[in-house]
């Protein structure tokens, strides 16, 4: 079960690879209305959505209730609210049921988005996960085990595609349709910095973001129209050579063969070939998801919690939502979480 955000979903899948059924309900048109999520009204719309979800998901997979042996939940990262809707639902589910709970980090479901997408892929791999709230390059070193490569020093991908398209008049979520009108424009036609980090493999989109959103206004200020093709394309192509740079150049170091991608932003067409055409040069072995699995859905948090399941990770009635919940580093300490 998936309600980190804007999207309510329950999926069945077995053994951690085989998707029986993925039901989501998308809330993207109540939120377009303000320009972006509304927290109290996402949390409302999960109350409302997840019963219904979960008769239509046990109904696609053609199985019984009964037939579920543990209920997985995202209990972090994402906005409280939404979480704990999930979180008590789920938790309501697994005692009725008297099944296992499951606990889930949201960024590990995107991870293993590629296990359901690659039944053949193993750890270990090096994974870019970019979402809206998140852009890590992850070494994958074992089911559930990580070490942190690279980083965003600041915003997230997603965000910046969000920012940007908000400032060419294109409604929210910005990403996908910023993406899309990119596909027509000349990337080169505008000229925007790459911002420096001290870490090699981390990112900054915070720079890039203000310098594109200022470049717009001072051209709007003397009177110049803005091709937003271009705008599009230019940014966009700014964006995706600064993640494929980075994750390409941690495979390289680390002596990775293999690479994957995750998150909404590796619905990106660009990000999407770019990867694929680099990382193929460069000797890699290149993991793409579905578009449909790098968004949020609650397949990629199924088969997370069966790999969290399988290592022994079950919560108590106690389980509570953690809305900054990072990524558990193999040399992390248990208390640092949230
Ligand atoms: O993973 P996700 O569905 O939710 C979070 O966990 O944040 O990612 C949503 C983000 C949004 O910022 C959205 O604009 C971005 O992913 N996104 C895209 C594309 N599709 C979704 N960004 C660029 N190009 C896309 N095609
Ligand atoms: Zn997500």
Redesign the pocket.
């Known amino acids: 079960m998936e309600s ?2 804007d ?1 309510t979903a329950v999926a069945v899948v077995r053994d951690g690879r085989e998707v029986l059924s993925n039901a989501i309900a998308s809330q993207i048109d109540t939120h377009a209305l303000y320009g972006g999520v509304v927290p109290e009204i996402a949390s409302r719309m999960h109350v409302e959505a997840i019963d219904p979800l979960l008769d239509h998901a046990l109904a696609e997979a053609g199985v019984a209730l009964s037939d579920i042996d543990a209920v997985a939940v995202t209990y972090g990262p ?1 906005l409280v609210g939404a979480l704990l809707t999930g979180v008590s639902w789920a938790k309501a589910l697994a005692y009725a049921m008297d099944r296992p709970i499951v606990p889930v980090n ?1 960024i590990e479901g ?1 991870v293993s988005a590629n296990y359901i997408a690659h039944p053949d892929l193993e750890p270990p791999f090096v994974c870019l996960v ?5 852009s890590h390059i992850l070494n994958v070193t074992h089911y559930g085990e990580y070490t942190l490569l690279g980083q965003t020093t600041d915003d ?4 910046a ?2 920012k940007v ?1 908000r400032v060419l008049d294109i409604s929210y ?4 349709l ?2 899309k009108l990119a596909d027509t424009g000349n990337d080169t036609a505008y000229k925007f910095p790459h911002p420096h980090t001290q870490g090699k493999y981390d990112f900054s989109f915070s720079g890039l973001k203000t310098a594109v959103i200022n470049q717009a206004h001072n051209l709007r200020q003397q009177g110049i129209a803005i091709d937003a093709k271009n705008f599009a394309a230019s940014f ?1 192509r700014s964006v995706v050579d600064m993640l494929v740079d980075k994750t390409v150049a941690a495979c390289k170091d680390t002596g990775a063969r293999r690479v994957a991608v995750a ?3 590796a ?3 660009l ?1 999407r070939s770019e990867l694929k055409r680099r990382g193929e040069k460069a000797g890699l072995e290149v993991y793409i998801p579905p ?1 449909g699995l ?3 859905n609650a397949a990629m948090i199924g088969s997370a919690g069966f790999y969290t399941l399988m290592a022994g990770g079950v919560a108590g009635l106690d389980l509570n939502a953690v809305p900054a919940l990072r990524v558990l580093m193999s040399n992390d300490n248990i208390s640092q979480q949230g």
Do not use: I, M, Q, W
Not at 156 to 159: C, M
Not at 173 to 176: D, E, F, L, Q, T
């Open positions: 980190s955000c999207e994402g949201h995107h970019a979402s809206g709230g998140h997230a991908a997603g965000e595609f969000d398209a979520p910005g990403g996908p910023l993406d966009r998150g909404g932003v619905a990106n067409s990000l578009k790098c968004t949020d």
